[in-house]
Every structure is written in C-alpha cells, then in structure tokens.
C-alpha cells in the first residue's frame, strides 16, 4: 500500500524560506513521477511541481518558477520542495502526490496522495 507523508510545514513571514518533505513508501516509485499541489482556503488544489522519481525530468508552475524547487533523495525515499522567497500567496495546504509514467499537472491523473501539511506566510 502506497503511503506519501509530508512534513515541514509552518508559518513563516514574507521573503522566507520553508522546506518540505515527502516520505514515501509501500512500492518501488522507479517508474513514477512525484508531485506537489497545493490548495488555498475558498480555491481548488493547483499543481506547483513534479519530478520524476529516476532522472532529472521536473517541472513547475508559472507562478513559483525560479522561488521554488523540487528534489529526490532517492536512498531515502523522500521527495523535497524548497520554497523560497515565499509570498501570502503562497499560503496553503500542501499536498505530495505519485503517479506512474507519465508527468502531469493535472490533478485526478494522481492516483496517491499524503494527508498534506499547512504553509502560512505572514506579510
């Protein structure tokens, strides 16, 4: 059974720095690719980033391009997301994700989710 744990959550002011992490296990991820979404009181769950679990492959949206970045440690099964910069936009729960194959920024593609950990920037 797969099983995604984030941590790493908090409250942190404006021009900060937070790092999350994703442990994950229950199978072997080598053909999957991992995912951060993140979802803000009143809106729906917005794709931030993936990468693939084997290679470098990554991608991320507009609006955390050059503040955020993705990252495996796949000895520890653990996927990071280094935000920096952080902005009250960026205010939300964050959740990990895998799927298998094929990347993407679409939500319901994800079939594996972790229980997801609250960011709060302050201005």
């Known amino acids: 059974q797969v099983q995604l744990v984030e941590s790493g959550g908090g409250l942190v002011q404006a021009g900060g720095s937070l790092r999350l992490s994703c442990a994950a296990s229950?199978?072997?991820?080598?053909?999957?690719?991992m995912g951060w979404f993140r979802q803000a009181p009143g809106k729906e769950r917005e794709f931030v980033a993936s990468?693939?679990?084997?290679?470098?492959?990554?991608s991320y949206a507009d609006s955390v391009k050059g503040r955020f970045t993705i990252s495996r440690a796949n000895a520890k099964n653990t996927v990071y997301l280094q935000m920096n910069s952080l902005k009250p936009e960026d205010t939300a729960v964050y959740y990990c994700?895998?799927?298998?194959?094929?990347?993407?920024?679409?939500?319901?593609?994800?079939?594996?989710w972790g229980q997801g950990t609250q960011v709060t920037v302050s201005s």
């Open positions: 229950g199978r072997t991820f080598s053909n999957y690719f």
């Open positions: 990468i693939r679990w084997s290679g470098s492959s990554s």
């Open positions: 994700a895998a799927k298998p194959f094929v990347t993407s920024d679409i939500e319901n593609e994800y079939p594996y």
